[in-house]
C-alpha cells in the first residue's frame, strides 16, 4: 500500500476532470451496473502513468463522443476495487496503468499497460477516441 500522501496528486489527475473515484467491489459492481459507457482507468504510482495513461485520459475527453460515466481505481491503494474492476476486464491479464471501455456492462476495449507504456498520451488518447466513436 502506498501512502495517502504520495498518491493524492495521482489521484487529482483524474479526479479533477470528472473521474469519480471507486474504493470498494460494491462501488465497483454499480458503476459497472449502468447502462451507456463507462471508461474505466486503472491508475498507478509508474511513470507511464503519469507522463503517459493520466495526461491521455484527459486528452481523450476532447471529443465529441465521450463515455456516460468516468471511473478510477488505484492499483497498490484499492485493492477490493482494483480486483474487482480487473474481474471485468477478463481475459486480459491484470495491468496497471490500463484502461477499459465498457458499453452496458460490457467489456469493448482495453488498453493494457504494454499499450500505454512507451507511446505519447496523443497516440493513447487517438486510440481511446476512436473507441469513443465506435461505442458512445
Given amino acids: 500500500m502506498y501512502p495517502p500522501e504520495l498518491v493524492k496528486p495521482m489521484r487529482e489527475d483524474l479526479t479533477k476532470i470528472g473521474f469519480k473515484e471507486l474504493y470498494t467491489a460494491d462501488d465497483v459492481n454499480q458503476a459497472l451496473g449502468k447502462e451507456g459507457t463507462t471508461l474505466v482507468v486503472i491508475n498507478s504510482v509508474c511513470g507511464c502513468a503519469a507522463a503517459n495513461a493520466r495526461p491521455a485520459a484527459g486528452l481523450s475527453l476532447q471529443n465529441d463522443k465521450i463515455p456516460d460515466n468516468l471511473v478510477t481505481v488505484f492499483?497498490?491503494?484499492?485493492?477490493?476495487?482494483?480486483?474487482?474492476?480487473?474481474?471485468?476486464?477478463?481475459?486480459?491479464?491484470?495491468?496497471?496503468?490500463?484502461?477499459?471501455?465498457?458499453?452496458?456492462?460490457?467489456?469493448?476495449?482495453?488498453?493494457?499497460?504494454h499499450h500505454i507504456e512507451g507511446r505519447d498520451a496523443e497516440m493513447i488518447s487517438e486510440n481511446l477516441k476512436g473507441a469513443y466513436n465506435d461505442f458512445c
Avoid: I, Q, Y
Fill in 75 to 113: 492499483a497498490g491503494v484499492d485493492s477490493e476495487a482494483v480486483d474487482t474492476a480487473r474481474s471485468f476486464m477478463t481475459p486480459f491479464p491484470p495491468s496497471s496503468p490500463s484502461m477499459a471501455l465498457f458499453k452496458n456492462g460490457e467489456l469493448v476495449h482495453m488498453l493494457e499497460r
